[in-house]
């Protein structure tokens, strides 16, 4: 069986995650594929602290390493911060692999540049763990905009702020204390004071606006709060007159202009981010046709996060399946088995043994079928012939001609 080899660019709690999820979905993974999926090698920035999880995955702190891999299909970005998954990425299109990254703050900065060079290259570029964890938010919004406009969204998008004001007012506890567990747990990013001073909630906004607008709001003009400054008191005054607070991202668009906020609200117990409580992120999209569409789900986490890069996998090794071989055949219609013939007298010396009348419509109309049509039939002047898609269901008895 052949193999779809694949490079992960981090082993923290992502990397692992996706390890560990390619390993355990392996039977379903080729059953959809139809190949096996391999972790060949795994980049760390510190070696000391890791040790390869099979003897045949290439553990290295060098990325020329893995670039010189000769047979790479796909590199996976599970590392943190805008440098150097950029330029990793960058060089990882211009070998011919696709790429798939969970590190929303250089895709924040940097996504619009990496999707034109993976457009020109022809390879996939997955991003849907960007943004709220194992929501499938990028390809809902990307179907709904086929036909939807955007009116804005609000949005629960950080996991572990979500986690620490749900822990600080139900089990009482400390603002550091719940803050270590969503450590300990795999939500808190690196650096936490991306989650809770709204700075990861804003990249993901970022990501968002691009998507659905096609352009980011202007940073200087977004307000950014955190949520370092909610007081205890403040939160049990408002759990007894039925609110709670909730880090809430909203975009927006209004006279050519992204408006984009990140901050803490209260909201009572009829507004549906009430009971969004620990870890999940919930996303509510306003659009002109469907209406209110409200998502929900795990916003971070090891599992979760490899869920959703799992899927970016399997969606674009899907879309860039290698077309079928050519056949010798002549015409670009010899896919199709089926084809309406329009004008002319069809006399059976033209059509030859292989094809197949399947009706005559009228006098100067068949359906036929055939593995491909003849060049002498399809250069001929007084015919005009059509594809058919799907299967014709023949109406009359079939007619010898
Ligand atoms: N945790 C989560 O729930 C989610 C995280 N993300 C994003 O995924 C990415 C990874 O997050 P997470 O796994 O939690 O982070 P961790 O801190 O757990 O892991 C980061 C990994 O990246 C490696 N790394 C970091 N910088 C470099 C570098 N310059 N060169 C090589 N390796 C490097 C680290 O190596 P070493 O171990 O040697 O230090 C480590 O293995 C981040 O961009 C994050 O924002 C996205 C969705 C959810
Ligand atoms: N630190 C992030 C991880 C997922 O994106 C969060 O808590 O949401």
Same mark, same amino acid.
């Given at each position: ?7 992960? =660019? ?48 290439? =553990?290295? +702190?060098? #990325? ?5 891999? &000769? ?33 929303? $703050? ?23 763990? +960007? ?29 572990? @702020?979500?986690?620490?004001? @749900? ?9 550091? $204390? ?20 709204? #700075? ?12 659905? #607008?096609?352009?980011? &709001? *202007? ?12 007081? &205890? ?9 039925? %609110? ?11 006279? *050519? ?6 901050? &803490? ?26 209406? @209110? ?57 033209? %059509? ?31 015919? @005009? ?17």
């Amino acid at each position: 069986m052949s193999k779809i080899n694949v490079a992960l =660019l981090g082993y923290g709690t992502v990397g692992k995650g996706v390890y560990r999820t390619i390993e355990s979905h392996q039977d379903r993974l080729q059953r959809l594929l139809g190949k096996e999926v391999k972790v060949v090698a795994i980049l760390v920035r510190n070696i000391d602290k890791h040790i390869a999880p099979d003897e045949h995955v290439l =553990l290295t +702190t060098n #990325y020329e390493d893995i670039l010189s891999l &000769p047979e790479l299909h796909i590199v996976i970005d599970a590392i943190v911060g805008r440098e150097p998954g950029f330029s990793y990425l960058k060089k990882a299109i211009d070998k011919g692999c696709h790429v798939v990254t969970a590190n929303k $703050e250089m895709f924040a900065f940097h996504g619009t540049e990496l999707q034109a060079l993976a457009l020109e290259k022809g390879v996939g570029l997955g991003y849907e763990a +960007t943004v709220a964890g194992g929501i499938p938010i990028i390809q809902t919004i990307r179907q709904l905009l086929s036909v939807n406009h955007f009116l804005g969204i609000e949005a629960i998008l950080n996991g572990t @702020t979500n986690f620490i004001l @749900t822990n600080m007012r139900k089990l009482g506890s400390t603002f550091a $204390e719940a803050l270590q567990v969503a450590k300990e747990n795999g939500y808190a990013e690196s650096d936490p004071t991306n989650d809770i001073e709204g #700075y990861d909630a804003l990249y993901k906004g970022m990501v968002l606006s691009q998507l659905i #607008y096609g352009g980011k &709001p *202007n940073i200087k003009s977004v307000k950014r709060k955190g949520i370092t400054h909610i007081q &205890p008191n403040h939160m049990k005054i408002a759990e007894e007159a039925d %609110l709670r607070f909730k880090h809430v991202v909203t975009l927006s668009k209004s006279n *050519n202009e992204i408006q984009c906020k990140v901050e &803490p609200v209260l909201v009572p117990d009829s507004h549906p981010f009430y009971q969004v409580e620990g870890v999940q992120n919930s996303v509510s999209l306003a659009t002109d046709l469907l209406g @209110t569409l409200q998502l929900q789900g795990p916003g971070a986490g090891m599992f979760p996060t490899a869920s959703a890069i799992l899927e970016d996998i399997i969606q674009l090794e899907n879309e860039h399946k290698a077309p079928p071989a050519a056949k010798d055949s002549v015409t670009d219609q010899d896919a199709l088995s089926q084809w309406v013939i329009f004008g002319g007298y069809l006399e059976s010396e033209k %059509l030859g043994s292989d094809i197949k009348i399947i009706e005559k419509l009228d006098d100067t109309a068949w359906v036929i079928e055939a593995e491909y049509i003849p060049l002498g039939l399809s250069h001929s002047s007084d015919v @005009t012939i059509y594809p058919l898609r799907g299967k014709y269901e023949r109406k009359k008895l079939p007619i010898q001609v």
